[in-house]
């Protein structure tokens, strides 16, 4: 069968990178209108057809929305090239699997992270032989790992290499890190390659789909129209998220009184988060599977042996079973609902002490001297979470609270909560002076 498509100079770029021999992984995006969901379908389609017998994938956040959305694409593609229906292809609309007439297959994934399934085993053993995420800036990390792992199938026969073909708008999360900033930068591995297109680079598009842009509200005109992935994207954000990377590198931060910070695991899936401090270098970060309060105790009793921790420079949250392990130590209780220091204008104090805390990472104050890949992502999805809450009213300074956050995530914010609460020692840093045990 003979394919004949017109493209754009970005898509055929794009086109190049997926038919050569070194591009593993490429982001095609940054604004809407660009024909990132067209080329993607088109790679696809093509491939099936030109490789009997493959498995392809097309994931996005929300099934329902990829039906709706990529799906159309596809259809309209398949339009184009005179494919037919229950004949060229069949539809099985109840296992989600598109059947081309020489058996290649195209999966219709969900890739929504869902707190039963955080590892997203819903995946299985599924062999790949190549992948389109559409939107993935919606999707985690985790999930596009698991699935490039998942690239496998039928590659050795045809002599390809896996391929990831990625769409999606601005955003400040994994993509932003993993691919605008190191193309910015020129640091961008060969397996990797990044092409921005927007509606401007579309010949194709409607005129009245780009007037349309330009009357959306500046945020989003910034982001979808001018492909802007510096922008402010989030009014309800503390952090900035060039600022919390910028923390894994902030070694100049002089050293200083020495604390322990530590959120205890409650239960389940939980970490016990130890930090050791060294002024504001958080120099040691500890991370167990829920322990007895007496093991979490021993452990920061070693630290403070060994960095010559003061007792009182020692705190660890109270609520929960934190409070036995305070009782050991007779150290400082974190307690979260508390008051805010000298009833400032917050709801309790663990706002008070998230707030201090942005302060000092958007100001370059703090350096947290890791350099394992899991505590970072961690910890950066955690502090991309501290968002102010009730923007719109006139009340107290409030934060999303945490069982919001838990469903974001997945699971508990320990890694954060850890880092936070030795900010109790910048609101009230005579604590150590007048502490009684």
């Not at 009833?343 to 958007?362: F, P, R, S, V």
Request: aromatic share 12%; charged share 25%; glycine share 6%.
């Amino acid at each position: 069968m003979k394919i004949e498509a017109e493209f754009t100079p970005k898509q055929s770029k794009a086109i190049k990178y997926l038919f050569d021999n070194e591009t593993s992984e490429l982001l095609f995006g940054g604004g809407a209108g660009g024909g990132k969901s067209y080329i993607g379908c088109a790679w696809i389609i093509y491939s099936c057809i030109k490789y009997k017998g493959i498995r392809c994938l097309i994931g996005r956040s929300k099934l329902d929305t990829l039906k709706k959305t990529t799906l159309a694409t596809f259809w309209n593609c398949c339009s184009e090239w005179g494919l037919k229906a229950n004949k060229d292809y069949t539809f099985n609309g109840s296992s989600n699997v598109i059947t081309f007439y020489n058996g290649s297959e195209v999966i219709l994934k969900d890739l929504f992270l869902y707190p039963s399934d955080p590892n997203f085993d819903s995946l299985g053993s599924l062999e790949l032989t190549m992948a389109f995420l559409d939107e993935c800036n919606q999707i985690t990390q985790k999930a596009k790992a698991i699935l490039s792992s998942r690239i496998r199938y039928k590659l050795d026969e045809y002599d390809l290499i896996p391929k990831l073909f990625m769409s999606c708008n601005p955003a400040k999360n994994w993509v932003y890190n993993e691919f605008y900033l190191p193309n910015k930068k020129g640091l961008l591995p060969k397996y990797r390659k990044f092409i921005q297109a927007l509606a401007s680079d579309n010949v194709h598009i409607s005129k009245h789909y780009k007037d349309q842009l330009l009357k959306l509200d500046e945020i989003s005109k910034q982001r979808l129209l001018y492909g802007n992935w510096e922008y402010d994207d989030s009014e309800d954000k503390l952090i900035e998220y060039d600022a919390i990377l910028n923390m894994y590198d902030a070694n100049n931060i002089e050293n200083g009184s020495k604390y322990i910070s530590c959120d205890v695991a409650r239960f389940g899936k939980d970490k016990t988060v130890i930090i050791y401090w060294n002024g504001l270098r958080a120099e040691q970060i500890k991370v167990f599977d829920t322990n007895t309060i007496t093991q979490v105790a021993d452990e920061i009793k070693k630290i403070q042996r060994l960095e010559n921790v003061p007792l009182t420079n020692i705190i660890v949250d109270d609520d929960g079973v934190g409070g036995g392990c305070r009782d050991i130590l007779r150290c400082k209780g974190f307690v979260n609902n508390s008051k805010a220091i000298n009833n400032e204008n917050y709801t309790n104090l663990k706002t008070q002490c998230y707030y201090k805390l942005a302060d000092y990472i958007n100001t370059g104050k703090i350096y947290v001297a890791t350099k394992d890949i899991t505590i970072k992502e961690n910890l950066t999805k955690e502090l991309e979470q501290v968002r102010r809450d009730k923007i719109d009213k006139d009340t107290k300074l409030a934060i999303i609270p945490k069982e919001k956050v838990k469903q974001q995530l997945g699971r508990s914010p320990d890694y954060s909560d850890a880092l936070m609460m030795r900010m109790y020692y910048e609101l009230k840093p005579n604590v150590g002076r007048y502490f009684v045990h």
